[in-house]
């Protein structure tokens, strides 16, 4: 009888924590994730195609077969999809429209794809003032990037037709202001944005604007943090290109990330803590999980996916964990209870089947 009573108390405190305040716990978004699908020119094993259009072919319409098979409502897509770091409005213009053709049949199955601009998208190889080679936003960048990916941001008619359910908190309006206290320079209508989705607050960041090249618009970030909290929202949800905090996955790696101007890496993270957000990045072409102000009693993620086909920033022996030479996206599902569970699929270099290399809630 004490088993049985035992068993019965097992049974029920399973049944109730799956409950949220308001009834059983409900999936609200079920979304993927990735960036950076662009080649190299010079890369050793780039076919001829990819040459002419500067696009990983083999790996993101592999990535996409699989995205399609678990049929995730948005593909959060964070930069570096086209080669670009040229002005030459032909040559964007071309490889923009390889990856939309790809990306297209996604589209066309019921996944929603919301772009995230990257360095590559709007910055240009060219010299300062001293002659120094440099990596710098342009305007025209930005206006390439709009012409090719502003009808996706947001095309409210084909994101209900797609999901069944209205994006909210919308306008094109809410951006970071050129002269403002971010130090932008330029417009970003369509580049930093944000919208809410079945109570759910999403934001996309430039973390490459024309003027502040390498940081987030933090106080814009702020005031578009604040105006979601008080419409109630349950989560909070932050795509942008660069990580926050490079992922070191070898002791002398490169400094990437927001982390190339701390005090502006501090304001963001302290935003990120405070709503208690998930920041998906790329950038780096690997993927990490990181909490990185765990030790300080910090509880917010960082998920970097920079693994959609550029070459990979581990070379070969320079790191111990496998994953690092991995092709990676990752598939996010969140409840209503305010669980988030993510799931990370990849493949190999050398193209071996399909593995979950983590499966957790955050």
Not at 143 to 165: E, F, K, P, V, Y
């Amino acid at each position: 009888m004490f088993r049985l009573f035992l068993l019965s108390c097992t049974l029920f405190c399973a049944v109730t924590t799956a409950f949220a305040a308001d009834g059983p716990e409900r999936l609200l978004v079920h979304f993927a994730t990735v960036g950076d699908s662009r080649h190299d020119p010079e890369a050793a094993d780039i076919t001829a195609q990819d040459r002419l259009w500067l696009q990983n072919t083999k790996v993101l319409a592999r990535m996409i077969r699989e995205m399609q098979s678990v049929k995730p409502e948005l593909l959060f897509f964070n930069g570096d999809m086209i080669n670009g770091y040229t002005s030459d409005r032909s040559l964007l213009d071309r490889q923009y429209a390889y990856w939309r053709g790809m990306a297209a049949h996604l589209m066309e199955s019921g996944t929603y794809v919301v772009p995230v601009p990257g360095n590559h998208e709007t910055q240009v190889k060219t010299r300062d003032d001293k002659g120094r080679a440099v990596k710098l936003a342009m305007a025209v960048n930005e206006d390439a990037w709009r012409a090719n990916m502003g009808d996706l941001i947001i095309d409210r008619l084909r994101w209900q037709t797609l999901l069944g359910s209205g994006v909210e908190a919308w306008s094109a309006n809410n951006r970071p202001l050129a002269g403002g206290p971010d130090g932008i320079k330029s417009e970003q209508r369509q580049l930093s944005y944000s919208f809410d989705f079945r109570g759910l607050h999403f934001l996309v960041i430039n973390t490459d604007a024309v003027g502040n090249d390498g940081k987030a618009p933090v106080a814009w970030l702020k005031g578009d943090l604040e105006s979601a909290a008080k419409r109630g929202v349950t989560g909070y949800f932050i795509f942008g290109h660069r990580p926050a905090y490079t992922y070191r996955f070898k002791p002398a790696a490169e400094t990437a990330g927001l982390d190339l101007f701390p005090e502006n890496q501090k304001a963001f993270w302290d935003l990120v803590e405070q709503y208690n957000a998930v920041y998906f990045c790329g950038h780096e072409h690997i993927f990490n999980l990181m909490q990185p102000r765990k030790g300080e009693g910090g509880k917010a993620w960082q998920l970097l996916v920079g693994s959609g086909g550029s070459p990979f920033d581990a070379r070969a022996g320079e790191s111990s964990r496998p994953e690092d030479r991995f092709y990676a996206w990752a598939e996010v599902s969140v409840y209503s209870t305010g669980r988030v569970h993510l799931k990370i699929h990849g493949f190999d270099e050398f193209f071996g089947a399909t593995k979950v290399i983590l499966d957790r809630d955050l």
